[in-house]
């Protein structure tokens, strides 16, 4: 018979040299998933520049968003829908006017062979946003999936911070090729805490401002804060996020387990 003592049990923390998980954390394979998945939205998003160790220099930071073409995608079609708005009250015509935009520019990437799936993920939602405004007859009613949006985002963020695997960790960890790992690094988990944390409050303040507008009916209001609390809010966040990996990880980079852990 086998002493129970001579058996090693696989993946001990001691010999890992990760911090032994608690029973509250989530399930590693659910976290390999979530994390691959996440990296990936990550890398779409305009992070993947940290990856690829890109300087985050204004053009890298512009082409992180889509380039010109990308920011305009997301700008003209609600800056449309308040000009004319504003100007002629018709709610249809504002409406369909910021759809047309939206389908020229995915026209626009179909014909020219160009990746369209930013342009038909605007064109869905800003379509989808336009058939709830004129079903019920309210123009506020064009901004619900974004309150939906925001509010969806934030709430996963926040229970993400809750039960202690913040949302932007896993996502830039499986993104840096780090995993899970740096959860058992404090600089990194607290980098990564107060990076989920300003990702929250861009997600917050949105709703803090729009939402009272949407419930007083107030769609030029909606559709100024909307463009302003946009790309404006989302630029910064992007180049802070962008230098906070960097530099924790090029600071991290010549220590790691080959180096810590070594045979004497």
Do not use: C, H
């Amino acid at each position: 018979m086998t002493d129970a003592r001579d058996e090693q049990p696989a993946g001990d923390p001691e010999d890992s040299g990760v911090e032994p998980r608690s029973s509250g954390d989530a399930p590693e394979s659910f976290s390999n998933a979530l994390g691959q998945g996440l990296a990936a939205a990550a890398k779409r998003s305009g992070l993947g520049g940290v990856a690829d160790g890109q300087a985050p220099t204004g053009a890298a930071l512009l082409a992180a968003m889509g380039g010109i073409r990308g920011m305009a995608e997301t700008i003209l079609p609600g800056l449309v829908f308040l000009v004319l708005y504003s100007f002629t009250f018709n709610l249809p015509l504002a409406l369909g006017a910021s759809v047309a935009v939206a389908v020229v520019f995915t026209i626009v990437r179909i014909v020219g062979r160009t990746p369209i799936t930013q342009a038909l993920a605007g064109l869905i939602g800003v379509a989808a946003s336009a058939a709830l405004a004129l079903f019920s007859g309210k123009g506020s009613d064009n901004f619900v999936l974004g309150l939906l949006t925001n509010a969806g985002y934030a709430a996963v963020l926040l229970i993400s911070l809750l039960v202690r695997w913040p949302l932007i960790g896993l996502a830039v960890g499986y993104l840096m090729g780090d995993g899970v790992a740096w959860r058992a690094n404090k600089s990194k988990y607290r980098a990564m805490q107060l990076l989920t944390l300003a990702w929250l409050g861009m997600f917050v303040a949105r709703l803090a401002v729009q939402l009272p507008l949407y419930l007083a009916d107030n769609v030029a209001g909606l559709a100024v804060t909307k463009l302003i609390m946009g790309i404006p809010l989302y630029a910064p966040l992007l180049l802070l996020s962008w230098l906070v990996v960097r530099a924790i990880y090029r600071r991290d980079a010549p220590t790691g387990p080959a180096a810590t852990d070594a045979p004497a």
